[in-house]
């Protein structure tokens, strides 16, 4: 093979009934983004070589999504971005229009940091973009208005 990169020949998912995997049953949503999809949880972990680990939980509050997203999960520093992740959920393999309500979609990032990662000088930011037009999808608050368009992670 001529490639220079190794990449899997199939992937293979199983599915569970959301109360299954979350970490507790009455864990509550995040952000909510567009009246359409939620954050249900996200863990962080450094993983002391320059990088950080991101596991997402995603599902769905609507029906359905009808149009190809994508996740952004960015760290910014005192100066700017010093790392970053944009990939359809499920390390590109499992795209936000096939999921169904009901289900939990576990979703992990690892960044490449330009800087060691200190919870008390950066900010995590988590959101999504449609993929054709880059338009961001806005973060609804409480009251069900739009509260900018990402969510920013609190360790």
């Not at 970490?23 to 249900?40: G, V």
């Not at 940091?113 to 999504?128: K, R, V």
């Amino acid at each position: 093979d001529l490639e220079p990169e190794p990449y899997p020949l199939f992937v293979r998912y199983g599915a569970t009934e959301t109360e299954k995997i979350t970490k507790a049953p009455d864990e509550s949503s995040l952000a909510i983004f567009d009246n359409t999809i939620q954050l249900r949880g996200a863990d962080i972990s450094p993983l002391g070589d320059g990088r950080l680990l991101v596991d997402l939980r995603w599902s769905l509050v609507s029906e359905e999504v009808d149009r190809p997203l994508t996740v952004y999960v960015h760290v910014m520093g005192p100066n700017g971005l010093i790392g970053q992740s944009d990939n359809v959920p499920g390390d590109g393999n499992w795209p936000a229009q096939w999921w169904r309500k009901g289900l939990t979609i576990l979703d992990r990032h690892i960044l490449m940091l330009e800087a060691p990662y200190e919870e008390e000088n950066h900010q995590i930011l988590i959101g999504l973009y449609e993929a054709v037009t880059r338009e961001h999808l806005p973060v609804i608050d409480d009251d069900g208005a739009p509260a900018g368009d990402a969510w920013l992670c609190q360790p």
